[in-house]
């Protein structure tokens, strides 16, 4: 019922800049919070930052200064600006969203399907 759509991702040199999009489609009325996490190969799915629809947010340390969250709620979208990529935020990063309201009732979290970010010279 709820689908999440994902773009942005793409090749960078070290102390460039990335802007990624999230989409949520579906019948919503609102969804609670949005965010986005990260996972490189062989290891575990992180939370990177994350967003209320009152504009609360939440950064992980290792981003702090570097990145920032935001939304519109009327389109139901979240981005991710990405500035001083460094080769360690080299990831496949994944937008959630969570207390989704929509007509079929209240849903806890989606995913989408992840965008590829490569930090490389």
């Known amino acids: 019922q709820v689908q999440l759509v994902e773009s942005g991702g793409g090749l960078v040199q070290p102390g460039g800049s990335l802007r990624l999009s999230c989409a949520a489609s579906?019948?919503?009325?609102?969804?609670?919070?949005m965010g986005w996490y990260r996972q490189a190969p062989g290891k575990q799915r992180e939370l990177v930052t994350s967003i209320t629809r009152t504009g609360t947010t939440y950064y992980a340390d290792s981003v702090k200064g570097r990145f920032t969250i935001s939304r519109d709620n009327a389109k139901n979208t979240v981005y991710l600006q990405m500035n001083s990529l460094k080769p360690e935020d080299t990831a496949v990063y994944y937008c959630?969203?969570?207390?989704?309201?929509?007509?079929?009732?209240?849903?806890?979290?989606?995913w989408g399907q992840g965008t590829q970010v490569t930090v490389s010279s």
């Open positions: 579906g019948s919503i009325f609102s969804i609670v919070a």
């Open positions: 959630n969203a969570d207390g989704i309201r929509t007509a079929l009732g209240v849903f806890a979290g989606a």
